[in-house]
């Protein structure tokens, strides 16, 4: 089993900044892509940013230039940086991870943290 703890959430003005963490413990024998997602009320779950093992990220258009994905592999941890942050980024923060594992030996599955509140007011 794995198991993804976020971190990092909370109330912030607009304009302010916040630091997402996510660690991954468990039966890990390799974390592939790791992510955040978020999901706003009424809204369906969306894609924030993803990250690939070897670092490359990609990002929804909306948070382009203002958010960053980072990793520490000896950490099992992704880290979501997110500055001049705006109401309509309110929302459930989801850490997201696509793991191999030792046991089962060698099966890949994807797993999500429970979630973290991010507040952000006008």
């Known amino acids: 089993q794995v198991r993804l703890v976020e971190s990092g959430g909370g109330l912030v003005q607009a304009g302010g900044s916040l630091r997402l963490s996510c660690a991954a413990s468990?039966?890990?024998?390799?974390?592939?892509?790791m992510g955040w997602y978020r999901q706003a009320p009424g809204k369906q779950r969306e894609l924030v940013a993803r990250?690939?093992?070897?670092?490359?990220?990609n990002y929804v258009d909306s948070v382009k230039a203002r958010f960053t994905i980072s990793r520490d592999n000896a950490k099992n941890t992704v880290y979501l940086q997110m500055d001049s942050l705006k109401p309509e980024d309110t929302a459930v923060y989801y850490c997201?991870?696509?793991?191999?594992?030792?046991?089962?030996?060698?099966?890949?599955?994807?797993?999500w943290g429970r979630g973290t509140q991010v507040t952000v007011s006008s």
């Open positions: 468990g039966s890990i024998f390799r974390i592939n892509d």
């Open positions: 990250i690939t093992s070897g670092g490359s990220t």
């Open positions: 997201n991870a696509v793991v191999t594992t030792t046991q089962p030996m060698g099966l890949t599955s994807t797993y």
